[in-house]
Nanobody, 125 residues
Framework: VQLVESGGGSVQPGGTLRLACTQS?????TAWFRQVPGKERELVAS???????????ADSVKGRFTISLENANAKKTVYLQMDSLRPEDTAMYYC????????????????????WGQGTQVTVS
């Protein structure tokens, strides 16, 4: 499984960024996490590609961030649309996938994900 992230950068407070994570497997649970130096990696948003698609957002990003999925040419791209960015959103953002995706519940912890991207830096200042 290969996860390729893109879309990070530097913006001013109130700005917008869209992160993308292109993935090469068909059926999965996926999420975006973020981490700042000296702190634990925290869940930002997670999604299951079930029917219906279900999603979870951390309280700190609810109403500002949106996780979404696009299928094209046998590859899936998971986006994280980030609006109304704040300085406290500054972090390294990681895409994650659980290739087994068993059960029906959303996966909310680091240990539940088996594959990780390399990370993309988001700086809001």
């Amino acid at each position: 499984v290969q996860l390729v992230e893109s879309g990070g950068g530097s913006v001013q407070p109130g700005g917008t960024l869209r992160l993308a994570c292109t993935q090469s497997i068909r059926k999965y649970c996926t999420a975006w996490f973020r981490q700042v130096p000296g702190k634990e990696r925290e869940l930002v948003a997670s999604m299951r590609t079930s029917t219906p698609i279900t999603a979870y957002y951390a309280d700190s990003v609810k109403g500002r961030f949106t996780i979404s999925l696009e299928n094209a040419n046998a590859k899936k791209t998971v986006y994280l649309q980030m609006d109304s960015l704040r300085p406290e959103d500054t972090a390294m953002y990681y895409c994650a996938v659980d290739r087994y995706c068993l059960g029906t519940s959303l996966l909310l912890t680091v240990l539940e994900y088996t594959e990780w991207g390399q990370g993309t830096q988001v700086t809001v200042s």
